[in-house]
């Protein structure tokens, strides 16, 4: 059963037009990530939640914003997209912090394609 | 400057070979080391995460070796596989409370027939 669901798994939206991609989970995990990816690069932490509690990483532009209203969902808003914004976009969650052992789940994933 | 270095950047091999893919970090003070393998398209899945004690931890065929002291780490993947193709990913977590993790820039496997 999937444990971490991605939707849509692709996306086209066209340049300046805002975009929302979701994640859900089924681990009940206090901790959601998200994360850009682009080819052939590693992926780049954007901003995580630990429970209702938002981190925002320092070099996370501001054109990309966040929400999670419950511990299932949690949604990744950007509000003007560019065409450097196209990637894979990857939501995880773990338990707790990665602080020891803790294990990361990703979801499959969704493309983004801006036109 | 906290860095993880992987190498080789890509790497073909034959099925059933052995092979070793490394990764070096500069990433300090160290919490934990993880590989994780990304297929094409899908999300990263985790297959070893080791603390500052373990030297060797393994997943079936992946064995995973840590040198805390060189801060050097090697996945070891036994009798390839097709679907061993992919990426494999080194991360690194630094610090006590919340982890900063770093990861390196993968190295892409191709295991041929």
């Known amino acids: 059963d999937a444990m971490v669901i991605q939707n849509p798994r692709y996306q086209v939206t066209q340049f300046g037009k805002p975009v929302t991609l979701s994640c859900s989970q089924t681990?009940?995990?206090?901790?959601m990530y998200w994360y850009q990816q682009k080819s052939s690069q590693a992926p780049k932490l954007l901003f995580h939640?630990?429970?209702?509690?938002?981190?925002n990483e320092a070099d996370t532009p501001d054109n990309f914003q966040s929400r999670r209203p419950n511990t299932s969902f949690c949604f990744l808003d950007i509000r003007s997209p560019g065409l450097g914004d196209a990637a894979m976009y990857l939501c995880?969650?773990?338990?707790?912090?990665?602080?020891?052992?803790?294990?990361?789940?990703f979801g499959p994933g969704t493309r983004l394609l801006v036109l | 400057k906290n860095q993880v270095e992987q190498s080789p950047q890509s790497l073909i091999i034959l099925e059933g070979k052995n092979c070793t893919l490394q990764?070096?970090?500069?990433?300090?003070?160290?919490?934990?080391l993880r590989w994780y393998k990304q297929d094409t398209g899908r999300g990263p899945v985790s297959l070893t995460i080791?603390?500052?004690?373990?030297n060797t931890k393994s997943n079936g065929r992946y064995t995973a070796t840590l040198d805390a002291d060189t801060k050097q780490s090697s996945l070891h993947i036994t009798a390839s596989q097709l679907s061993d193709s992919a990426s494999y990913i080194c991360?690194?977590?630094?610090?006590?409370?919340?982890?900063?993790?770093?990861f390196g820039s993968g190295t892409k496997l191709n295991v041929k027939p």
């Open positions: 995880a969650t773990s338990r707790d912090r990665l602080a020891g052992v803790e294990t990361q789940y």
């Open positions: 681990l009940n995990h206090n901790v």
């Open positions: 939640y630990y429970d209702k509690d938002f981190n």
């Open positions: 990764c070096n970090y500069t990433v300090s003070p160290f919490s934990n």
């Open positions: 080791m603390t500052f004690s373990e």
């Open positions: 991360v690194v977590s630094a610090g006590n409370n919340f982890n900063k993790f770093y």
